[in-house]
């Protein structure tokens, strides 16, 4: 399985993955978006439903 994380330092916050895949990112205090359930969508829906949407494209598959 591949665990998908975010690069924090690049995210601006927008809240798009968070939005559209609540079962594995959240915003942290600091309005940066974390994985807190990588096991918690299908790598299609990851993929596809944030990492392709972020705006600065700073989620990341870690092998
Ligand atoms: Fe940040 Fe991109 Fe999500 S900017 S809040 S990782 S969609």
Redesign the pocket.
Known sequence: MRTPY???N?????????T?VPQV?R?TDH???EVFDPGGESEDTIQRE?MD???????YWQE
């Open positions: 975010v690069d924090q690049a995210c601006i916050g927008c809240g798009l993955c968070v559209n990112f915003l309005d940066k978006a944030a949407v972020c705006p600065v494209s700073c989620i």
